[in-house]
């Protein structure tokens, strides 16, 4: 089984990094929209880019898994839906072509849920295998007021046992809300801290490693959602830049292209940054053919960086 150290080093050193991610709607990309509090309808992300949606429905799960279809994955494969899952996927492709993430997203799923579909089995029978998975869960268990503590012990278990590292994570905080709701009346959802509590003692308990989306204030920032549960896009940026920072200690990704080495920065497509005068910041973007040197003038100097 791969070290957290080990697979830190492949992303910085842009080797392949093959990563799952087992979570929920939060995961496969459910209900993104570019602002909070508008109440649209975000099942179209799934019923417009994805063609198969539509077999695959269950008046109870729209995002069903199976081992045939895996449909939060073939739903990512479309570059336009704005998950988290998604960005971290493009980021890792970009420094690498031959890594992977694979997203093993369901609506409304637990831990429980899981572990009943056999999930860890399916993610361990890819090609190419994981050697990393992501548990984003809890957030459907604190709705239902269930516990999830049996349930994930149970899937950390079968992870190690297919000798793949687990990385647990604290979903982010999620609060009460009503469509008649406005952002300076949302609320943390109660018992959430008992939730983030109990992800953390799982770790502790395994001497695993621990990926945090909220905050031990619950504090929530409803700027990033779309309704109390599921983060907009800016939410699932959000999430991308947290997941992308735990693989490099919070450095950027390195990457080689035609020769030279770039700081991959967030938005996945722009090597340098620079403040300028007026303090606009400006991005030289990665498609550009003038990638041998940059000038930058600094008072009456001019630096050049190759």
């Keep these: 089984m791969i070290t957290v150290e080990a697979l830190k080093n492949k992303v910085i050193n842009n080797e392949q990094v093959v990563i799952a991610v087992i979570g929920d709607s939060t995961t496969c990309g459910f209900g993104a929209n570019p602002s909070p509090n508008t109440w649209t309808n975000g099942l179209s992300y799934g019923c417009v880019n994805n063609p198969r949606f539509g077999e695959n429905w269950q008046n109870d799960n729209p995002y069903y898994i199976n081992t045939s279809g895996l449909i939060s994955q073939e739903q990512q494969d479309n570059k336009n839906i704005p998950s988290a899952v998604r960005l971290l996927r493009t980021s890792l492709e970009i420094a690498n072509s031959t890594s992977k993430v694979y997203n093993l997203g369901g609506s409304g799923y637990t831990a429980q849920m899981h572990l009943s579909a056999g999930t860890v089995g399916n993610v361990a029978s890819l090609s190419?295998?994981?050697?990393?998975?992501?548990?984003?869960?809890?957030?459907?268990?604190?709705?239902?007021?269930?516990?999830?503590?049996?349930?994930?012990?149970?899937?950390?278990?079968?992870?190690?046992?297919?000798?793949?590292?687990?990385?647990?994570?604290?979903?982010?905080?999620?609060?009460?809300?009503?469509?008649?709701?406005?952002?300076?009346?949302?609320?943390?959802?109660?018992?959430?801290?008992?939730?983030?509590?109990?992800?953390?003692?799982?770790?502790?308990?395994?001497?695993?490693?621990?990926?945090?989306?909220?905050?031990?204030?619950?504090?929530?920032?409803?700027?990033?959602?779309?309704?109390?549960?599921?983060?907009?896009?800016?939410?699932?940026?959000?999430?991308?830049?947290?997941?992308?920072?735990?693989?490099?200690?919070?450095?950027?990704?390195?990457?080689?292209?035609?020769?030279?080495?770039?700081?991959?920065?967030?938005?996945?497509?722009?090597?340098?940054?620079?403040?300028?005068?007026?303090?606009?910041?400006?991005?030289?973007?990665?498609?550009?053919?003038?990638e041998d040197f940059i000038k930058i003038k600094n008072g009456s100097s001019i630096a050049t960086f190759k």
Excluded: C
Excluded at 131 to 151: H, P, R
Excluded at 226 to 235: I, T
Excluded at 238 to 247: G, S, T, V
């Design 128 to 290: 190419p295998k994981p050697q990393a998975i992501f548990f984003n869960l809890g957030i459907n268990s604190a709705k239902n007021g269930e516990s999830q503590d049996s349930a994930l012990r149970g899937l950390v278990a079968q992870v190690i046992a297919n000798d793949i590292l687990p990385i647990l994570v604290k979903p982010h905080n999620i609060a009460y809300w009503s469509a008649t709701a406005t952002p300076d009346t949302w609320s943390l959802f109660g018992g959430w801290i008992n939730y983030r509590n109990n992800i953390q003692q799982i770790a502790d308990d395994n001497n695993l490693s621990v990926i945090d989306l909220g905050s031990d204030d619950g504090v929530v920032d409803i700027t990033l959602m779309y309704d109390g549960f599921h983060p907009s896009n800016l939410g699932y940026a959000r999430i991308a830049k947290i997941y992308k920072e735990w693989l490099t200690d919070g450095k950027h990704f390195i990457f080689t292209r035609n020769g030279k080495k770039y700081n991959h920065i967030e938005n996945d497509n722009v090597a340098f940054k620079v403040k300028i005068s007026d303090g606009r910041i400006l991005g030289l973007p990665l498609t550009l053919e003038t």
